[in-house]
């Protein structure tokens, strides 16, 4: 079963930076699309970037260009966050739609898998 590992979150004073990561348990998987969506305090699970095979991105309109997501080639997945705000403050999840190496150089199908959550304070 893979699992995704997040680090990065923490404390940070309104107008810092984080940079979130989320690393596979294993490299035998192709992925299909990558995401970060993040919980504030009493509010639903929100999409806050995706990153498709392909290169496209896709972020909500209140991170737009302050939060970059990217992934390197050994499928890390990064959330560069700039000029944090107090209600960027959430539990952080990154999101995979990936398959997992089967056998013999097939794969499962495609499944769904989440991190384990990483909490965000951003202090005014």
């Known amino acids: 079963q893979v699992q995704l590992v997040e680090s990065g979150g923490g404390l940070v004073q309104a107008g810092g930076s984080l940079r979130l990561s989320c690393a596979a348990s294993t490299n035998r998987i192709l992925i299909n699309n990558m995401a970060w969506y993040r919980q504030p305090p009493g509010k639903e699970r929100e999409l806050v970037a995706s990153?498709?095979?392909?290169?496209?991105t896709n972020y909500a309109r209140s991170v737009q260009g302050r939060f970059t997501i990217s992934r390197d080639n050994v499928n890390i997945l990064y959330l560069q966050m700039n000029n944090l705000k107090p209600e960027d403050t959430a539990v952080y999840y990154c999101?995979?739609?990936?398959?997992?190496?089967?056998?013999?150089?097939?794969?499962?199908?495609?499944?769904?898998?989440w991190g384990q959550g990483t909490q965000v304070t951003v202090s005014s």
């Open positions: 999101y995979e739609k990936l398959r997992e190496y089967a056998y013999g150089g097939s794969y499962y199908d495609p499944k769904d898998y």
């Open positions: 990153l498709a095979t392909g290169g496209d």
